[in-house]
């Protein structure tokens, strides 16, 4: 069974500064994939960036970074520049090649920018 | 442009009602997944479809039937024997071995009142 934890249910930054969030993830797949998603009030769920397990190197997407460590089983997404509209929930999530394709998600970090 | 478009985005129902949620993609994808989301919690899955005519049953599926007739939509009844049924259901689809990852519906809100 895939599990995916993230241990900071809310988090300040300062406007302009970098953030990192927590996920750590666990898993006896070889091969599956690392997801990042945003969740503003409205509550659609907006894709930000993607980790594969066979990918050497860190994923970027503009101001998103993905810090995959994989012995650690650790994916954490790092913002920087915070801006207020990066106020929402952040949610990890996993899937696993060998699960029929299915996503499962943290219980997602809320993340508050302060100007 | 293609997406997925869920309806309503509101809904409110009474206690003992049967109600149905929409979920209809022109993305051409092959799988198609239901979340229920409580608040400040991630996403459970509710029930997965990943060819017409056959769907599984994910994490939570008590209470909730589905249908996949059509490789466009993938309905979600929510019924009386779902016995916390308030909260907010959002609807994804994907293509088989995408990395890409799903793309989401906006979502409905469900009210039992």
């Not at chain 1, 599990?3 to 930054?13: A, E, L, N």
């Not at chain 1, 970027?60 to 993905?66: A, I, M, N, P």
């Not at chain 2, 993938?74 to 799903?102: D, E, H, I, W």
């Amino acid at each position: 069974a895939q599990k995916i934890t993230q241990t900071q249910p809310g988090m300040f930054v300062q406007e302009k500064e970098a953030v990192t969030l927590d996920c750590t993830y666990d898993t006896s797949d070889q091969s599956y994939g690392l997801f990042w998603y945003k969740q503003p009030s409205s509550g659609e769920m907006i894709f930000l960036i993607y980790q594969g397990s066979y990918d050497e190197q860190n994923a970027t997407e503009g101001r998103y970074s993905l810090n995959f460590q994989k012995a650690r089983k650790s994916a954490n997404l790092v913002i920087s520049a915070s801006q207020l509209g990066d106020s929402a929930m952040y949610f990890c999530a996993m899937r696993s090649n060998n699960a029929g394709n299915m996503l499962t998600f943290g219980g997602g970090t809320r993340l508050m920018v302060k100007p | 442009d293609g997406g997925i478009t869920q309806s309503p985005k509101y809904l409110f129902r009474k206690e003992g009602q049967n109600v149905t949620l929409s979920c209809e993609q022109n993305l051409n994808h092959d799988a198609m997944y239901w979340y229920r989301q409580d608040p400040g919690q991630g996403l459970r899955l509710i029930y997965y479809s990943q060819i017409v005519n056959d769907f599984q049953k994910g994490d939570i599926a008590e209470g909730y039937s589905v249908s996949r007739e059509k490789k466009e939509s993938f309905p979600l009844t929510v019924t009386s024997a779902q016995k916390n049924p308030t909260a907010f259901y959002l609807c994804a689809s994907s293509m088989q071995g995408r990395s890409g990852g799903y793309t989401f519906g906006s979502g409905t809100r469900l009210t039992v009142v």
